[in-house]
């Protein structure tokens, strides 16, 4: 490829494999792609902001005015002409369930249900286009969204009485939409084998009435029990809930996505997605098997920058509690709305303890799943002794997923170890209408969502969704980080907000780094990887409630555009 064109006497910023150089001279090699005539946003101090940028294979080449990355431009280059637009580096999902934002779209959408009755009604709809004794699945309903709330209810939760009525034959399971609790009918418990009698298994529970009888809420591992129910279904093919979350992710400017806990046969999948070149995003993925399993088979898994970085399998993941939303939350002291409960620790510490031992020891980071304050002081308690068990082993980089409700003595301790917060500011803005019923004005003020005091404390904050739990885009949680805003317009504690530069630093720099990948994506920087969002307006100065209606013009994932808006 030869450059057609007379270079105009321009000095560019320009890399390769990493190293940064000044291009000045009588021509420069014409460029695969170029993006010129918009606000190139580039998260890096060195240039934070230009106005185009050039790409040779699937790295940027060099990043400066219109006039200097022009001189970039061939006869076979592919030229984007931003007209005005903003281009970011590509949003990395910080907390996702890849597989599972496919299979959301495989079953009952409930998470905009604003009642009871409407979730009823449509599995009463499913039912009646399913075959007999079919399961009914759904997923997203969150009882503290209801308004007027279910009648008659439970701690909140409705009773299952009108779903059995609708689906007497078919099994239905409707899981919470923080993943944390399953909603069953009759048919699905009877299946189950569940009854007055059957146990709630350590680390669960069966929600029960007055009269001892199940509700038909299985909260935390009580979930398990429902497998009988599970076993009628067809399982989804994980290859199409696969191609579906990619097509979802590129739709949300996501080209990047850290996989929040999949097993063995799951990463099977992707690797040979990548050897055929249908994974259009890249994951990093941690894994979710036994400590049987990882000593066994672990090893063998770990794997970093697969098919030219498509696929890193580098982490663990355990979690300690579950979900504040269905009060599994382990806390240091009782929810102030339930006295007589202080939430759920879901693995026991040994075990987690154990996982640590493996982790440190094979070079994986461990990532554990901690909301309440206890969880999460257990965590740091549980890091801290790996640590200091292996002080010839630095810079881990172990990560604390969601880090929602902290006590303030262990704000500190995130900077200290070099533990990341993976937060997801979504889940604030979500929450946010219970959290003071749960937590009290107190321990909800010091320690609930505390994104600026953790950055302020040296820490490394991460952003993203937890999706399928929230809606994957990432400018929906980059609204919320930005904003703390809530439906009725309130704040949540708007001291926690961040700048609109440190909310895309969470979704950008500060997620490689979780991932050990600054040096290839998380800004726009030559050298690295041409993972690029395009943008319909400029989320850095537009006024804070245009943010939501930004929309996703292009996904750019190795110089190859994956997605432009119809």
């Known amino acids: 490829m030869t450059n057609s064109r007379t270079f105009r006497g321009a000095c ?8 940064g150089l000044v291009a000045c001279g009588p021509s420069v090699e014409p460029a695969d792609l170029v993006l010129h005539g918009g606000k190139i946003v580039t998260v890096d101090e060195a240039l934070p902001e230009a106005e185009a940028l ?44 890849f597989l599972g934002v496919g299979g959301a779209q495989m079953q ?23 075959q007999p004794g079919e399961l009914i699945r759904g997923r997203g309903w969150h009882q503290e969204k209801w308004d007027p709330p279910a009648d008659p209810e439970v701690g909140g939760f409705p009773v299952h009485d009108l779903l059995s009525e609708v689906s007497p034959d078919n099994p239905v399971l409707l899981t919470h939409a923080s993943g944390h609790a399953t909603f069953a009918n009759a048919r699905a418990m009877e299946l189950s084998g569940i009854t007055r009698d059957t146990p709630n298994p350590e680390g669960g529970e069966i929600l029960r009435d007055a009269r001892g009888n199940a509700i038909g809420v299985f909260s935390e591992t009580a979930g398990r029990l429902l497998r009988e129910a599970r076993a009628n279904a067809t399982p989804p093919s994980p290859r199409r ?11 949300k400017g996501i080209t990047s996505f850290q996989d929040a806990g999949s097993s063995f046969e799951t990463v099977d999948l992707l690797r040979e997605m990548v050897d055929d070149g249908s994974l259009g995003v890249r994951l990093w993925v941690m894994l979710r098997e036994s400590n049987e399993s990882l000593a066994e088979r672990g090893a063998e898994y770990r794997m970093v920058g697969y098919g030219d970085d498509r696929l890193t399998v580098r982490a663990i993941k355990r979690s300690i509690d579950g979900a504040l939303g269905s009060r599994g939350a382990w806390m240091l002291e009782p929810y102030s709305d339930a006295p007589d409960s202080a939430g759920l620790n879901t693995t026991p510490v040994a075990e987690i303890e154990a996982t640590a031992a493996w982790a ?3 070079d994986y980071q461990l990532c554990v799943h901690a909301i309440g304050d206890r969880a999460n002081r257990e965590t740091l308690d549980i890091y801290q002794a790996a640590f200091e068990a292996n002080p010839d082993k630095t810079d881990l980089r172990w990560r604390d997923e969601h880090t929602q409700h902290l006590h303030p003595d262990d704000i500190p301790r995130f900077a200290e170890m070099g533990v990341v917060a993976s937060m997801q500011g979504v889940h604030c803005t979500s929450d946010a209408p219970y959290v003071v019923d749960r937590l009290g004005e107190q321990r909800a003020r010091e320690g609930a969502y505390v994104w600026k005091t953790l950055m302020d404390s040296g820490a490394v904050v991460t952003n993203g969704t937890d999706a399928p739990v929230e809606d994957v885009s990432p400018l929906a949680s980059y609204y919320a980080t930005v904003s703390r805003k809530l439906s009725d317009g309130s704040v949540f504690f708007p001291e926690q907000r961040l700048s609109r530069l440190e ?15 600054e040096e290839i994506k998380g800004s726009l920087t030559a ?6 969002t395009v943008l319909s307006k400029d989320i850095m100065t537009i006024p804070e409630d245009e943010i939501p209606s930004t929309e996703v013009v292009q996904t750019i994932v190795g110089g190859q555009v994956m997605y432009v808006a119809p």
């Open 503 to 517: 909310a895309l630093q969470t979704y950008t720099i500060n997620a490689a780094h979780a991932a050990f990948e």
């Open 12 to 19: 560019a910023v320009v890399g390769m494999l990493g190293v």
């Open 108 to 130: 009952l959408a409930l998470a905009d249900a604003q009642k009871w009755d409407e979730i009823v009604a449509m599995v009463a709809e499913a039912v009646a286009e399913a």
């Open 360 to 362: 440190i020891a094979n």
């Open 54 to 97: 050039a790409v040779t294979g699937d790295r940027i080449v060099a990043v400066g005015t219109n006039d200097e990355i022009d001189a970039y431009i061939g006869d076979a280059t592919e030229v984007v002409d931003l007209a005005g637009q903003t281009a970011i580096p590509g949003f990395i999902e910080g907390h996702g369930h």
């Open 241 to 251: 809930q696969a191609e579906l979350a990619v097509e979802e992710a590129l739709r």
């Open 527 to 532: 050298g690295k990887l041409a993972d690029i």
